[in-house]
């Protein structure tokens, strides 16, 4: 991983580059290992105008192959960004953000050679309007999706309207959050969504908060399309989850924790029924949780650590959700000298199981990262 960041006047630009590449490990018992690569680049350069203005571009391009047992898949995602961030008025700040995305996959495998690239548009128009203590945000956005495979599908592609509005109120030591947004999905219909929460100050370093919201997501086409995995009877997913924390900060150190659940409706999961391997609608599904997370900051160190205990379960067969771990745990150090600084991350997950039926056991696994930065200009 290298990447480099500066400026030049009112214009910022950072560029990184990484590659990964692993032998893999055998899928099958007494099988090849199967290998990943993936080279990737990031750039992205903006400018501001006196008016306080901002305007920006960032391109993403990531490539690679996967082998999996009796074939692979070389693969391609790219996404282009836009923004135009401009004052109105004193209370009223306009973002504009166009993006376009690209997911183009060529897979060998037993069923022959197959192409399936998928693009997706959007536009999104913001508007952020202060009012006193308060402050209001209204919108819409436009999403296209177009497929184009090797396969002949009876729809390629569709349109996701929707329109959204927040209020961000303040009372003091209480705070207010109310969102709603509305989607026109052309394959799906409409669907409505939001959420409310609520945050206060129990002291001048501690706060508690509660939040509920609703969520909807519908099967993007590879979930449908893929060839010889997707599904098309896939139905949108549907969840609605609740949230409670409490957290500390304090002039060297802060400590966060909470408990959440999510229940979903057709929980979309890549699973295995019947012999095949697809993505498949979960009934009813309910996930639980808890997080902690605290950091550290004295003379040239900075510690942060963080951990979360989940139960995913299918709640029609009790079942854990296959390929979803029960543990994680991730613990960040650094450390300064002038315009030099170096750290590490040790990052780990636990078992999860492969299957629905809970029944084939992958291990869990840590991962340890190294990095070191140098800043050119103090």
Do not use: C
């Not at 306009?94 to 037993?110: G, H, K, M, P, V």
């Not at 203590?133 to 497929?147: K, S």
Request: glycine share 10%.
């Amino acid at each position: 991983v290298a990447g480099a960041a500066g400026t030049e006047g009112r214009m910022k630009y950072s560029v990184s580059a990484s590659h990964l590449e692993t032998d893999g490990t055998a899928i099958v018992e007494d099988g090849d290992d199967k290998g990943f690569r993936n080279t990737s680049a990031l750039a992205s350069v903006a400018h501001q105008f006196d008016s306080g203005g901002e305007a920006g571009l960032v391109l993403m391009r990531a490539q690679g192959n996967t082998e999996f047992e009796d074939g692979d898949t070389d693969f391609a995602i790219q996404t282009l960004g836009f923004k135009l961030d401009t004052p109105i008025s004193n209370y009223w700040r306009s973002r504009i953000l166009l993006a376009e995305s690209i997911d183009e996959q060529d897979t060998r495998d037993n069923f022959g050679f197959s192409t399936f690239d998928t693009k997706t548009r959007s536009a999104r128009w913001e508007n952020q309007i202060s009012a006193g203590r308060h402050e209001y945000i209204v919108g819409g956005e436009l999403l296209v999706d177009e497929v184009d495979s090797t396969t002949d599908f009876d729809e390629t592609s569709r349109t996701n309207a929707a329109v959204f509005g927040q209020a961000l109120l303040n009372f003091g030591p209480t705070d207010f959050q109310l969102s709603l947004r509305a989607d026109d999905n052309e394959a799906f219909g409409r669907e409505e969504t939001g959420a409310v929460a609520m945050g206060v100050d129990l002291d001048r370093n501690h706060r508690a908060r509660v939040s509920y919201s609703t969520s909807f997501r519908a099967p993007t086409f590879n979930d449908l399309y893929f060839p010889n995995f997707g599904n098309a009877d896939l139905k949108p997913e549907t969840a609605g989850s609740v949230e409670l924390g409490i957290g500390g900060r304090y002039t060297y150190w802060f400590w966060d924790a909470a408990i959440y659940q999510t229940d979903a409706d057709d929980l979309i999961v890549f699973t295995t029924i019947n012999g095949r391997s697809a993505p498949f609608n979960v009934n009813e599904a309910r996930i639980r949780g808890a997080e902690l997370s605290a950091g550290l900051e004295l003379d040239e160190w900075t510690l942060q650590a963080a951990a979360s205990v989940t139960d995913p379960r299918d709640r029609e067969t009790d079942n854990r959700i296959r390929r979803r771990s029960g543990k994680q745990f991730r613990v960040d150090v650094d450390r300064s000298f002038g315009q030099v600084s170096v750290g590490t991350t040790v990052k780990g997950q636990g078992y999860r199981y492969n299957d629905a039926e809970n029944e084939q056991r992958i291990a869990g696994f840590t991962t340890w990262d190294l990095r070191a930065k140098w800043r050119i200009d103090h």
